[in-house]
């Protein structure tokens, strides 16, 4: 079965630290991974997908994610942050190719001037 | 990019009543979701649908239906409202693995 991760459901960093989310992930299959991010009263905006190609990933809006199978990791990092990240950040694993997406907690990112 | 488009944003009603949220799409996608999302928690799935006349309830037990008649439209219906139904409701649609959403529907019954 799959399940996701996220540790920390609450991160603060200042303007122009580096940003680090962290998901971990359970599957019986290779996985698919992906981030979203929510903004307040809005849906949920792709940031990035890992669906088996290279493991370093990068996304919109300067957000990167490496996938590590020794680690079962898809940690999503961004070098330095600006006040305009903060949101809440969902990690997500596809469920063995049925096409649905078990979600993790998330994690709400509060960016500090 | 998918286009998807959810009807009301916001709707308070009284308990008892019949509710109908909309979920329309024009990307054509096959694939389509309902999920319910409580503050501070995880999205799960109530309902996905891979196609007209296909329907499937979710992970979570949900006394909402659905129906697929036509590709774009996904509509989600509550017979019978009740407070712990508040919750807010997000569609998506796929073609393949990645799925798009649409903004919500913040659901409140009082």
């Known amino acids: 079965a799959q399940s996701v991760t996220q540790l920390g459901s609450h991160v603060s960093v200042s303007e122009g630290a580096l940003v680090l989310l962290r998901c971990n992930y359970s599957s019986s299959v290779p996985p698919y991974l992906f981030w979203y991010v929510q903004y307040p009263n809005q849906g949920l905006q792709l940031l990035l997908k890992y669906t088996s190609a290279a493991t370093l990933v990068k996304g919109i809006n300067g957000f990167e994610a490496e996938f590590k199978k020794s680690e079962t990791s898809f940690h999503l990092t961004k070098p330095s942050a600006h006040m305009r990240d903060a949101a809440e950040y969902f990690c997500?694993?596809?469920?063995?190719?049925?096409?649905?997406?078990?979600f993790g907690t998330g994690t709400r990112l509060k960016v500090l001037a | 990019e998918a286009d998807i488009y959810q009807t009301p944003r916001y709707l308070v009603i009284g308990t008892g009543k019949k509710i109908t949220l909309e979920c329309s799409q024009t990307?054509?996608?096959?694939?389509m979701y309902w999920y319910q999302q409580d503050p501070g928690m995880e999205l799960h799935l109530i309902h996905y649908?891979?196609?007209?006349?296909?329907?499937e309830k979710g992970d979570l037990s949900s006394e909402s239906t659905v129906s697929r008649i036509r590709t774009e439209h996904f509509p989600l219906t509550l017979e019978s409202a009740r407070p712990s139904h508040t919750s807010q409701y997000l569609c998506?649609?796929?073609?393949?693995?990645?799925?798009?959403f649409g903004p919500g529907t913040r659901l409140t019954v009082t």
């Open positions: 649908s891979y196609g007209v006349n296909s329907t």
């Open positions: 998506a649609s796929s073609e393949s693995y990645e799925q798009y």
């Open positions: 997500a694993v596809e469920s063995g190719r049925t096409y649905k997406y078990i």
């Open positions: 990307m054509g996608h096959d694939k």
